[in-house]
């Protein structure tokens, strides 16, 4: 037995974790990690099958594709528009439930109730609404205003938003409910003993004790931001309006066409983007545990 | 006291208009297909060449002038098609659900409860990959699953299912919450790591374990990509492409196949609610 796997043995419970790990780790290793590994290596190569290395060219055509530019900046777009307004709602909303409030557990099951619903359930609704002569435009009319193509203009991206706000916000205010409920209200006390406002108590006691529920929410927001694609395939299709091409589409695209070298440069940067992100965001929750100690 | 019935009734309004959607499902599935065609028929049409009635738009029906469960007869008796693809739906679920609880418990109690080299960095691997979209592994998850001969099978979908990292993450989070005296309570007893998992740390993350069942059922139910891809054969396909179809071609039937398709998410989640609510509460989001 090597040293390192004496050392693993011996470093207190490696045996067991051994046995505990092996059906999951495997299967993981063989779905996701290996595919992973495999993928970023066909990103650096001319083909699939039997590639030769050839550097960063991949990635160089890719950054000169338009489409996948116009995907990108869409996708960031997107994310980076969406999260923020989802958060600053839920938060709001877990803010306003966490209070004694009439039907506050009937509130909490409405508001949660979207994310349940399975978003093909729901298109034909989004349609009546969206269509160009649907209900929104014909509510527009009523008041004096011209019809807006919601889908297949720039209003596509704030439409698809909404969805997004409406689907997703009643998990993110039930994780802040929980982040809430997690404050010892004895904090408060003190601070109002001190003459401590309430918006001083939201900003120096409620918001920062929120930090480790708040990354872990944007966490959560950012996978299902990615999700949309299922609204966004399902209304318009594999080639909707400009505007809300996301890389999904982009690598959905690629992947038909077999220009998978495009397809996996492009993974190979989104995931850079997304290991950058969420190891900023862990080691400000590091930062704030260890200032909390 | 004003004040709280104001913020109450506001909150109330608000509700109110995030269940319109879901509402309106329900309600337009109560009606007959003529009156549906006669109400919707204008979708779709760019009404502004087609008839040069640039002031025509469509009906919003609330409420069905004629109640009836026509839409439901034509869906349920006379389109085999539907019912097939909801047992697909059924069929690929179900094990993704009871896979992923079973092995993501295993792994969770590892990361949460035992100490070995390099955890902390396999577990950094785990969460990253479960933050990428499906999209980032597709070329290679292909090849593999063609390798493995699983192409156009639902075990293309079912076994990556089963292996994703979301319920480790999840359960991980409810473990590290079970106090330490529990666990070294049951050690000085003499039980090994089998028994402390079975016997006192599954019991107690049950609350995760129904918050995990929920909400992964809600994203397996609701798939979209994956047999996109991995399932070219129609009559393989979850409900939730074929709804998609269905919405375009009849549109009369399509609500009450989207009532049908989401009866069994929205009873699940009522019946866990409480569960759910309080498995996350529990968990106390601790990193």
């Known amino acids: ?293 | 006291m004003i004040a709280r019935l104001g913020l109450s009734a506001l909150l109330v309004v608000i509700a109110a208009v995030a269940l319109v959607p879901i509402a309106l499902t329900f309600t337009n599935s109560l009606m007959t297909e003529r009156e549906i065609g006669a109400n919707y028929g204008l979708l779709g049409e760019m009404t502004d060449v087609a008839a040069g009635g640039r002031d025509l738009f469509i009906n919003l029906k609330l409420l069905p002038d004629w109640l009836t469960l026509s839409q439901y007869g034509q869906v349920l008796i006379f389109n085999p098609a539907f019912l097939r693809m909801f047992w697909n739906s059924a069929g690929m679920v179900l094990p993704i659900v009871a896979g992923q609880t079973a092995v993501a418990s295993l792994s969770a109690y590892a990361f949460a409860r035992l100490r070995f080299r390099g955890r902390d960095k396999l577990f950094l691997v785990y969460l990253m990959t479960m933050l990428m979209p499906f999209q980032v592994t597709l070329v290679p998850n292909y090849i593999m699953i063609d390798k493995l001969g699983l192409l156009n099978k639902e075990a293309s979908i079912i076994l990556p299912g089963i292996f994703g990292a979301f319920g480790v993450f999840m359960l991980r989070q409810f473990m590290l919450h079970i106090p330490g005296t529990y666990t070294e309570a049951a050690k000085i007893d003499g039980a090994g790591h089998g028994t402390i998992f079975a016997r006192v740390v599954l019991p107690l993350v049950m609350p995760g374990v129904a918050s995990l069942t929920v909400l992964l059922f809600v994203d397996y139910w609701n798939m979209v990509e994956q047999p996109l891809i991995f399932l070219q054969d129609t009559f393989k396909q979850p409900l939730s492409l074929y709804l998609a179809h269905i919405n375009r071609t009849a549109r009369g039937i399509g609500f009450a196949a989207s009532v049908l398709y989401m009866t069994p998410m929205i009873l699940l989640y009522l019946y866990a609610e409480s569960y759910f609510v309080q498995g996350i509460q529990l968990s106390g989001i601790k990193g």
């Open chain 1, 1 to 293: 037995m090597s040293r390192r796997l004496r050392g693993l043995w011996r470093g207190g419970d490696g045996a067991a974790a051994l046995l505990f790990l092996a059906p999951g780790a495997a299967g993981f290793a063989l779905f996701y990690l290996f595919p992973f590994a495999m993928g970023l290596w066909y990103s650096l190569t001319d083909r699939t099958i039997g590639g030769r290395f050839v550097g960063l060219a991949n990635y160089e055509a890719l950054l000169a594709s338009g489409s996948f530019r116009k995907a990108a900046a869409n996708t960031l777009l997107f994310t980076g528009v969406s999260v923020p307004i989802l958060i600053s709602l839920s938060l709001g909303l877990a803010l306003l439930l966490s209070r004694p409030l009439f039907l506050r557990r009937w509130l909490q099951t409405a508001f949660v109730l979207p994310l349940v619903v399975p978003v093909a359930s729901v298109v034909a609704i989004w349609q009546i609404f969206l269509d160009w002569n649907g209900s929104l435009n014909a509510w527009l009319h009523g008041l004096g205003y011209g019809r807006i193509d919601w889908l297949q203009s720039d209003w596509a991206m704030p439409t698809l938003v909404a969805m997004y706000v409406w689907k997703n916000v009643g998990y993110d205010m039930i994780l802040f409910l929980a982040g809430l409920l997690s404050i010892p209200q004895s904090y408060y006390e003190t601070a109002r003993i001190e003459g401590a406002g309430r918006l001083r108590q939201l900003t120096h006691i409620t918001l920062v004790y929120l930090t480790p529920t708040t990354v872990f929410v944007i966490l959560i927001s950012i996978i299902n931001s990615f999700k949309v694609f299922r609204e966004t395939y399902l209304l318009t299709g594999d080639y909707p309006y400009d505007r809300i091409y996301m890389l999904q589409h982009y690598m959905n695209n690629m992947f038909f066409s077999l220009d998978i070298q495009k397809l996996t440069s492009a993974a190979a940067l989104m995931v850079g983007c997304i290991v950058i992100l969420a190891g900023s965001l862990l080691a400000t929750e590091k930062r704030f545990r260890s200032w909390m100690e």
